[in-house]
C-alpha cells in the first residue's frame, strides 16, 4: 500500500488495471479448466446404445485397447457402463472412452480357448481357411492333368 502511495497516479492507474486484468484472466483459466471435455462422436454412439439396454441383457464390448469383453449389462451412469463379465466371473466398470462399439448378445464358447469368441470372427477365419484349402486341392487337380 506504501508503494502505491508514492506512485504518481498515471502509473498507479496502470497497476490498477494490471492487478484486474490478471484477475480476470486468473478466473477465466480456473473456469475453462474446471469445465469437462466434450465427449467424442464415439464415447456418444457407445453412451446412446448403453441408454437402449435393460439390465441382464447379454452384450459384446469391444474395447478400444483390449481384447472384446462378453457378459451380461448390469448398470450404466453419465461415466460409463458396468457388466458381468461372463470370462472372468466378476463385474467390470469402462469409461465410455475405454468403449469402441457395444454390440446385442454374445459369440460361443471356445472350449479350446475356455473363452468367450465372436462368432462371426470365427466363420470368416473358418471361410478363408476352406477356400485356401479348396485352392490347393483345385492347383494339385488340375496339375495331374
Avoid at 35 to 62: M, W
Avoid at 69 to 84: A, C, E, L, M, P
Avoid at 94 to 120: C, F, M, P, S, W
Amino acid at each position: 500500500m506504501l508503494l502505491c502511495c508514492r506512485l504518481s497516479a498515471p502509473v498507479r492507474f496502470t497497476c490498477t488495471r494490471l492487478v484486474a486484468a490478471l484477475l480476470v484472466f486468473t478466473v477465466a483459466i480456473t473456469s475453462v479448466a474446471q469445465q469437462s471435455p466434450a465427449p467424442s462422436k464415439q464415447a456418444a454412439a457407445v453412451k446412446r446404445k448403453a441408454d437402449q439396454l435393460q439390465p441382464g441383457t447379454p452384450i459384446s464390448v469391444v474395447r478400444v485397447s483390449a481384447p472384446e469383453q462378453f457378459g451380461t449389462f448390469i448398470s450404466k451412469n453419465d461415466d460409463g457402463v458396468t457388466f458381468y463379465d461372463a470370462d472372468l466371473k466378476a463385474p467390470v466398470t469402462l469409461a465410455y472412452v475405454e468403449i469402441r462399439k457395444i454390440k446385442d448378445g454374445y459369440g460361443g464358447y471356445n472350449t479350446i480357448q475356455h473363452r468367450h469368441t465372436d462368432r462371426t470372427r470365427g466363420l470368416i477365419v473358418f471361410a478363408v481357411v476352406m477356400a485356401a484349402l479348396g485352392a490347393l486341392i483345385g492347383a494339385v487337380a488340375a496339375s495331374k492333368d
